[in-house]
């Protein structure tokens, strides 16, 4: 089953580059160039420039920018092979809402084909984005961000592990960014390495987040494979590791933007919906939001539609249409209500199919609700749609049974940052 591995993470020297809080940057897709620069304005050495190079040469700039700053010890490796334990504390909403922990084990884990059912996706993927992940990981041999999943302990053992761990000494690294407290420990016992590694050997991992770097993992694992080259690190590849049963495990949702759909039409949209759902006008965005909150918690699958006119809630009339429709899908993939939305809407009333919307031609995403909103009364879009999060037991009967969830289906929260261990792929296990 999941096999872990410590590693000698390479990490930032703080007299050479600074200090983590200036070095450290949200996962690459959620960066905006406005953002990048004033992170490199902060410091020259964050690793923005790794994770999201720029230029005519983007990719060759991050693998000659990242052997710079090994030859100048900016970059240092640690001395020993290690575990690392990563905390995230942080409100559910911003200056408000709930404080939660999340509390993950970072190591490096053997790359597992799909179909030997140890690592388990839940979501399809964007082409694109694992071309520009692949081209990146070939220039620099290395990761820097770590893919996000879960695992299964009803009796919360390894969780409890960590904990005392956490609580033998402080942490190594302890800064905000400004909405999240990040924490960072290193675990060098050799006892509590083995006892953690004893603790997975017996379960499968559920990928949260981080999809398209794991199927790039796999894509450059077996490239090396196929030109004979030899890269000690190439079958592993950096996680962080959580209790699916964690309290502090957040789900937003993502929502869909449709755009550039000719003749569209929301009264006729609006129409044909009625032969599926309760139609229900409202009258205005957050009356919108809280009778989603009320279906959410009833256990109805609904979502809010935007087209400009006016917000409308729809709300499945009968679930058997599902069964109907994908008989050949599990009961946990046709009760999701981004597969509702897709499969009735989006797909039979509106006309995208899944290359379209995998292309993002005519379907695109945000977890902003007001985003979604504006885009529509700019005219970007022709109509929004919000949906509720999906709920985490959700995901992992989806990964069980073998299947995925339609691209952008969840958007964990908050992100893993990047940049306070990285993965050599040139060392050795």
């Known amino acids: 089953?999941?096999?872990?591995?410590?590693?000698?993470?390479?990490?930032?020297?703080?007299?050479?580059?600074?200090?983590?809080?200036?070095?450290?940057?949200?996962?690459?897709?959620?960066?905006?160039?406005?953002?990048?620069?004033e992170l490199l304005a902060r410091n020259p050495y964050n690793v923005v420039r790794l994770e999201l190079p720029q230029g005519e040469d983007p990719y060759g700039e991050a693998g000659r920018t990242l052997e710079q700053w090994l030859k100048?010890?900016?970059?240092?490796?640690?001395?020993?092979?290690?575990?690392?334990?990563?905390?995230?504390?942080f409100l559910t909403q911003v200056d408000h809402g709930e404080q939660k922990k999340l509390r993950g084990l970072l190591c490096r884990v053997r790359l597992e084909d799909f179909a030997n059912g140890v690592v388990l996706p839940h979501e399809e993927t964007l082409s694109k984005a694992k071309e520009d992940r692949f081209q990146l990981m070939r220039a620099t041999h290395c990761n820097f961000s770590p893919i996000y999943s879960l695992y299964q302990d009803e009796a919360h053992v390894t969780r409890q592990r960590m904990d005392n761990l956490a609580a033998a000494c402080p942490p190594r690294y302890e800064f905000s960014d400004g909405l999240v407290t990040h924490r960072l420990w290193v675990v060098n016992d050799q006892a509590a390495i083995a006892a953690l590694q004893e603790d997975f050997a017996g379960r499968k991992l559920y990928i949260a987040d981080g999809h398209h770097r794991y199927e790039t993992a796999l894509r450059y694992r077996d490239a090396c494979r196929a030109e004979n080259r030899y890269e000690p690190g190439a079958d592993y590849v950096m996680m962080m590791l959580a209790d699916m049963g964690d309290p502090g495990l957040v789900v937003f949702p993502t929502h869909r933007l449709v755009r550039d759909l000719p003749g569209f039409s929301e009264e006729s949209l609006l129409a044909a919906c009625g032969e599926y759902f309760e139609v229900s006008p409202q009258p205005g965005q957050a009356e919108s939001q809280a009778a989603l909150d009320r279906l959410y918690q009833a256990g109805k699958h609904a979502f809010a539609l935007y087209a400009g006119a006016g917000w409308t809630v729809l709300t499945l009339k009968d679930p058997a249409v599902m069964d109907r429709l994908l008989p050949g899908l599990s009961q946990a993939s046709r009760r999701l209500d981004v597969t509702i939305l897709h499969t009735l809407v989006l797909e039979r009333l509106l006309g995208i199919d899944k290359e379209n919307m995998a292309n993002q031609r005519n379907l695109t995403y945000t977890r902003d609700a007001a985003e979604a909103a504006a885009s529509v009364e700019k005219g970007e879009s022709c109509a929004c749609f919000l949906l509720n999060p999906t709920r985490v037991e959700e995901i992992g009967q989806v990964a069980a049974a073998g299947e995925k969830m339609p691209q952008k289906s969840t958007y964990f929260y908050p992100k893993l940052i990047t940049g306070l261990v990285m993965n050599p792929l040139w060392q050795r296990e």
């Not at 100048?72 to 995230?88: A, F, H, K, R, S």
């Open 72 to 89: 100048d010890g900016v970059l240092t490796t640690d001395m020993d092979p290690g575990l690392y334990l990563y905390e995230e504390e």
């Open 1 to 37: 089953m999941a096999e872990i591995r410590p590693f000698q993470a390479l990490r930032y020297h703080q007299e050479r580059a600074g200090d983590i809080a200036s070095l450290a940057c949200p996962p690459y897709d959620i960066i905006s160039p406005a953002q990048r620069e």
